[in-house]
């Protein structure tokens, strides 16, 4: 199993996603200290050379601190108008911790009738591939704001977590590696918040219907996604050749354990894997 590990460290291309229990306070407030430890580690990521791409949750709970809202909006169009002003805010937070490292920061948003349209997803890679080629990093969002008149209408046109956006984003640039940051250490056994004897699995190289149901069970309060959605955005990215670690994202230097090759985390291993 080490040498499975190991060999992330060749990972050039990376996705990083994180949530919004990652970047936010319990009070549902910014958590600049980890805002800006997550910019500096991927900076440092692409002085090395890697090419880095982050997907980011958080426009609403961001809008809902901007407008100094007791709580999160109920109605639809609410929402949307909250994650307007809250994905502004966001971009211009990242912009600013990113260029206290010397990098320039581009924001793509995204919503599934882009990456299943194939002249727009040729436009989206064409996108990601100019921004990288500039060592500009990336940093992608569901488009919020537009998605009124599809939720309404009855079409699919959400991708309904960032966990599943992210492993569309690495499949969309062939990326060698996916690490989902998150509000656990990595995937147990049985819930870790509910059981004491729960059992981190430290390696993962199939997702059997018994594992599965190993993952029930919802998100925290500040975030949508729950283990569910870690296991489908999981099956995304290794059925199509890349490697995912689930992780705890209370310090973003994780990621530089990851790389190392430290026991950290859950991997799910690639099938057909490139690295």
Known sequence: MDNIRK??????????????????????KLNFTRIDKLARVISDLSNQGKEVVLVTSGAIGVGVGKLKLKEKPETLREKQAVAAVGQCELMHIYSKFFSEYGHIVGQILLTRDVVEDEYSRRNVINTFETLLEKEIIPIVNENDSVCVEEIESGHNRIFGDNDTLSAIVAILINAD???ILTDQDGFYDCDPRKNECSRLISVIEEITPELEQCAGGAGTNRGTGGM????????????????????????????????DGKEVGSLFVAKNRKI
């Open 177 to 179: 590696l996916l690490v």
């Open 228 to 259: 569910m959605t870690k296991l489908s955005a999981a099956k995304l990215a290794t059925s199509s050749g890349i490697d995912m670690v689930l992780a705890n994202g209370d310090d973003p230097n994780i990621i530089m354990d990851i790389l």
């Open 7 to 28: 060999r992330l460290n060749n990972a050039k291309r990376i996705v990083i996603k994180v949530g919004t229990s990652t970047i936010t306070y319990d009070t549902g």
